[in-house]
């Protein structure tokens, strides 16, 4: 599958690299959310977390781990989200699974808020639970 990302990955399409191993590489993202802003995003081609392979689960959370130190102190920030948007109805944008990983500071003004749902009752809340929970 031949995205944006898989050509950057193949060097094809120039990109600002800030880390790269035989199964990722990360790269600042070309319209950040703030400066910084790095997209880490596995070789092995897959659209996002429904057909993500297991043992790509494994390497991430150490990865994520260690770019999010190296940003706190390269940037000096005050905290990081991490992001990913999984499906169209998610604001997925690249459908070559990334994940974002983005620099905050202290009153910089930008709002990932959700808006707040309510269940109708407790039960209604509960019965939600249920439903995963059979999915797994
Ligand atoms: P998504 O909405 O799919 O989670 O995010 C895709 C991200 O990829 C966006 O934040 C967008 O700015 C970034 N992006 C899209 N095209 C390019 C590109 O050619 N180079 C880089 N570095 N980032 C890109």
Same mark, same amino acid.
């Given at each position: 599958m031949e995205t944006i990302f898989s050509k950057i990955i193949k060097g094809e399409i120039p990109s600002s690299k800030v880390y790269e191993d035989e199964d990722f590489i990360a790269i600042l993202d070309i319209m950040p959310t703030n400066l910084g802003h790095v997209l880490l995003i596995p070789? &092995?081609? /897959?659209?996002? @977390? /429904? %057909?993500?392979? &297991?043992?790509v689960g494994s390497k991430v959370y150490p990865l994520l781990s260690k770019l999010a130190k190296a940003m706190k102190e390269a940037l000096n920030c005050d905290g990081i989200n991490i992001v990913q948007n999984n499906g169209k109805a998610a604001g997925q944008e690249v459908f070559h699974a990334h994940i974002h990983l983005i620099p905050r500071y202290e009153n %910089?003004? @930008?709002? /990932?808020t959700p808006q707040h749902k309510e269940y109708d009752s407790t039960e209604h809340m509960q019965q939600t639970a249920e439903k995963i929970k059979s999915s797994i």
């Open positions: 070789k &092995e081609y /897959f659209e996002n @977390i /429904f %057909d993500a392979p &297991e043992s %910089d003004g @930008i709002r /990932f």
